[in-house]
């Protein structure tokens, strides 16, 4: 602005000046009114034309300098919206992917954990957002020592694929590396490089990262809820189990118990009703089982064990249970010859025999013998306590019925119990309580007596 200011003032004084000269040369030589004033009003008039010129082509630069600042800014934003835009549009489909040109080499998991000695394979995936197709040498570019691997397209073992154009992730081929570690392979990382490159010198690259490790992180666990349990002979149980797969892949779990000879024991899915010998669990997900487990008919007392096994591939999972057999309390109480009747006279005792037999596998003790009779009877026991009846044993206790003095002839039932804290069986006793026959003989010589005596009379007086 101030260059253009003082050029501005320059040329004003040189138009000054000039006016100064025409206007003492007019003074000096006389010349027609008319034409100094033609001649002033040129040279004016050029002067101002060129002043305006001059004003014209400054503020015409000054435009063309802002608008070409303008234009840089808006190519500047341009340029950075762009690469915004191409780093968003990048290929996202593996990170571990090295993309050259317009091929794309993936898989879905590029790093894992493997064990030493195990195989397994990799997904790969080739993309094109060429429009032409090619076909792609396959190799292994890096690969631990003693390691092996190779790429296999559907059941072969192939060594180049082809790509077409415009090919992305789903129309990818069937294509999978696979890769086995050796046995004595070293906890660590490691890195396996796979190259795919076409014949123009164009290659893609992929890494993938291997974590050996002799224990699989994330190994399942087979759990119960109450792994331990009681109940007498002849009890059933059932246990609830939850087997869980910790690990990266689906895995098929074979089911087996190790139970003492005889026992049986059974596994079924929650939540249904058929049995099982092996079931399927997916990655990451668990599976009720319930056990049931059945002991043998005459199981003894004791404590038992039951191991369960569930093997996959990849781990065997173990469970202990276990059973307390608490034992069969049981005792029958009847006569030797299993007659539960008896005959009696009014106040006068009858004995009866009759046997406890301990039915149960375990031994019972202090066994008590009760009795529940008519009122006014009398029913005693030779031994009204038993210390000891071992498993099996049979002991017998003669017991003695006094039906009341006034007992008229009749069936009346008198219940006899032995029991203990364990168990108690009771016998009903039917008791026929009958008169001697002494008392009959007389009456029979009284009625032939009376009879006699009035066939006499009859006799005798009949005549008359």
């Known amino acids: 602005m101030m260059d253009e200011f003082r050029a501005s003032r320059k040329k004003w004084l040189i138009l000054v000046g000039m006016i100064l000269i025409i206007a003492l040369w007019a003074a000096l030589i006389p010349i027609p009114a008319h034409a100094a004033q033609k001649e002033t009003e040129a040279v004016t008039t050029e002067a101002q034309t060129e002043t305006v010129a001059e004003t014209e082509a400054g503020q015409e630069t000054?435009?063309?300098?802002?608008?070409?600042?303008?234009?840089?800014?808006?190519?500047a934003q341009e340029t950075e919206a762009q690469q915004k835009t191409e780093t968003d549009a990048a290929p996202a489909e593996s990170l571990s992917a090295v993309v050259?040109?317009?091929?794309?080499?993936?898989?879905?998991?590029?790093g894992i954990t493997l064990k030493p000695g195990e195989t397994t394979s990799f997904n790969l995936y080739l993309t094109n957002t060429d429009a032409a197709e090619t076909d792609m040498s396959l190799s292994t570019e890096a690969l631990p020592d003693g390691w092996d691997g190779y790429f296999r397209g559907s059941s072969s073992q192939v060594s180049r694929v082809h790509v077409a154009a415009g090919q992305i992730k789903d129309d990818s081929p069937t294509l999978s590396y696979?890769?086995?570690?050796?046995?004595?392979?070293?906890?660590?990382?490691?890195?396996?490089?796979l190259k795919a490159?076409?014949?123009n010198g164009n290659s893609v690259t992929l890494p993938l990262a291997i974590t050996v490790a002799t224990e699989e992180a994330g190994a399942g666990n087979f759990t119960a809820e109450y792994p331990e349990q009681q109940g007498a002979t002849g009890t059933s149980f059932s246990f609830s189990t939850t087997l869980v797969n910790n690990g990266v892949s689906s895995q098929s779990y074979s089911l087996s118990a190790n139970a003492p000879q005889g026992w049986q024991v059974t596994f079924t899915p929650s939540g249904e009703s058929n049995q099982v010998a092996s079931l399927p669990v997916d990655a990451g997900a668990s599976q009720?089982?319930?056990?049931a487990v059945v002991p043998a008919e005459k199981v003894e007392q004791g404590d038992y064990t039951i191991s369960l096994s569930a093997a996959s591939a990849n781990e065997t999972l173990n469970l202990d249970l276990k059973v307390t057999i608490t034992g069969t309390y049981a005792a029958v109480l009847t006569t030797p010859n299993g007659n539960l009747s008896m005959s009696a006279y009014a106040n006068e005792e009858t004995p009866i025999t009759m046997s406890i037999q301990n039915t149960g596998?375990?031994?019972?003790?202090?066994?008590?013998?009760?009795?529940?009779?008519?009122?006014?009877?009398?029913?005693?026991?030779?031994?009204t306590t038993i210390d000891l009846l071992e498993a099996g044993?049979?002991?017998?206790?003669?017991?003695?019925?006094?039906?009341s003095a006034d007992a008229i002839i009749g069936d009346y039932v008198t219940a006899i119990t032995v029991s203990n804290t364990q168990t108690s069986s009771e016998m009903d006793l039917r008791v026929s309580v009958k008169n001697h026959t002494t008392w009959g003989i007389v009456a029979v010589i009284i009625i032939i007596i009376?009879?006699?005596?009035?066939?006499i009379v009859i006799r005798k007086y009949g005549r008359r």
């Open 197 to 199: 490159e076409d014949g």
């Open 361 to 383: 596998n375990v031994a019972l003790e202090n066994l008590q013998l009760t009795s529940a009779a008519s009122t006014d009877w009398n029913v005693r026991f030779d031994e």
């Open 100 to 110: 050259n040109g317009s091929i794309v080499l993936s898989t879905d998991y590029p």
């Open 450 to 455: 009376l009879c006699a005596g009035l066939g």
């Open 178 to 193: 696979s890769l086995t570690l050796p046995e004595e392979a070293a906890e660590g990382e490691y890195t396996v490089v």
């Open 288 to 291: 009720g089982i319930t056990v």
């Open 393 to 403: 044993a049979t002991k017998e206790i003669t017991a003695y019925v006094q039906p």
């Open 62 to 75: 000054k435009a063309a300098q802002e608008t070409e600042a303008a234009q840089e800014t808006e190519a």
